[in-house]
C-alpha cells in the first residue's frame, strides 16, 4: 500500500448515511415511470440517493418522441440501449446508435429526438442531479417502463406548458426554439 503524501488532501471518511441502490427494472412497481413529452421516463437512480451528484433515467422513446430544443446547466450523457435517435447538438445532427454514447456539455443547446420506425431505448446520465426532479414534478405518472403517458391536447397541452415554463428555470433549464 502507497503511504499519502501531505501533497494530496485525504480521502474523507465513509459516509454511513448512504447505501447501496439496486434498481431492478423488471420489479415496475419499485421505480418511478412518468410520462413526458410522449415518451415515458423510468428514473432507475435519484439524487437524493446518489448526494445530489447524479441521477439516472431510462427512457423509452417512441417514434418522432423526443424533447424540444433545450440547454441546461448540467452535463447529460446518454447511452443507446436499443434503437437509434438523432441528437442535435449546437445545431450539428448525429445519428446515436444501440451501443453509442453521447455526452451533451452543460449550458449546450441540444435535441433528441427518434426517427426511427421502432421504439429507442436510452440511459440518461444527468450531473448533477435534479433532471429527476424536474421530470416528477412536471410529468405524469404512468405504470410500466412502457406504458404511454395520456395524450394531452387543448386546454390540458396549453395548462402542461405553462407549467413546463414556469418551472424550468428552478432546475436550470432554458427551452429554446432550436437546438
Given at each position: 500500500?502507497?503511504?499519502?503524501?501531505?501533497?494530496?488532501?485525504?480521502?474523507?471518511?465513509?459516509?454511513?448515511?448512504?447505501?447501496?441502490?439496486l434498481?431492478?427494472?423488471d420489479?415496475?412497481?419499485?421505480?418511478?415511470?412518468?410520462?413526458?413529452?410522449?415518451?415515458?421516463?423510468?428514473?432507475t437512480?435519484?439524487?437524493a440517493?446518489?448526494?445530489?451528484?447524479?441521477?439516472?433515467?431510462?427512457?423509452?422513446?417512441?417514434p418522432?418522441?423526443g424533447?424540444?430544443?433545450?440547454?441546461?446547466d448540467?452535463?447529460?450523457?446518454?447511452?443507446?440501449?436499443?434503437?437509434?435517435m438523432?441528437?442535435?447538438?449546437r445545431?450539428?445532427?448525429?445519428?446515436?446508435?444501440?451501443?453509442?454514447?453521447?455526452?451533451?456539455?452543460?449550458?449546450?443547446?441540444?435535441r433528441?429526438?427518434?426517427?426511427?420506425?421502432n421504439?429507442?431505448?436510452?440511459?440518461?446520465?444527468?450531473?448533477?442531479?435534479?433532471?429527476?426532479?424536474?421530470?416528477?414534478?412536471?410529468?405524469t405518472?404512468?405504470?410500466?417502463?412502457?406504458?404511454?403517458?395520456?395524450?394531452?391536447?387543448?386546454a390540458?397541452?396549453?395548462?402542461?406548458?405553462?407549467?413546463?415554463?414556469t418551472?424550468?428555470?428552478?432546475?436550470?433549464?432554458?427551452i429554446?426554439?432550436?437546438?
Amino acid at each position: 500500500m502507497n503511504e499519502p503524501t501531505s501533497q494530496y488532501p485525504p480521502l474523507p471518511a465513509d459516509d454511513l448515511s448512504r447505501n447501496l441502490t439496486l434498481a431492478r427494472i423488471d420489479d415496475e412497481d419499485s421505480l418511478p415511470h412518468i410520462g413526458l413529452v410522449g415518451d415515458t421516463y423510468t428514473i432507475t437512480v435519484t439524487g437524493a440517493q446518489t448526494g445530489g451528484r447524479f441521477c439516472v433515467i431510462d427512457m423509452h422513446i417512441l417514434p418522432g418522441g423526443g424533447p424540444p430544443p433545450h440547454r441546461h446547466d448540467f452535463d447529460e450523457t446518454f447511452i443507446v440501449l436499443e434503437g437509434e435517435m438523432e441528437a442535435t447538438f449546437r445545431g450539428k445532427k448525429t445519428i446515436v446508435k444501440a451501443g453509442d454514447t453521447v455526452n451533451i456539455p452543460a449550458n449546450a443547446p441540444h435535441r433528441f429526438h427518434n426517427i426511427s420506425a421502432n421504439a429507442t431505448r436510452v440511459l440518461c446520465i444527468s450531473s448533477p442531479a435534479g433532471l429527476d426532479e424536474f421530470f416528477t414534478e412536471v410529468g405524469t405518472p404512468v405504470a410500466t417502463r412502457t406504458t404511454l403517458p395520456p395524450k394531452l391536447e387543448g386546454a390540458e397541452q396549453a395548462a402542461f406548458m405553462k407549467k413546463v415554463m414556469t418551472v424550468t428555470p428552478k432546475y436550470r433549464t432554458e427551452i429554446l426554439k432550436e437546438a
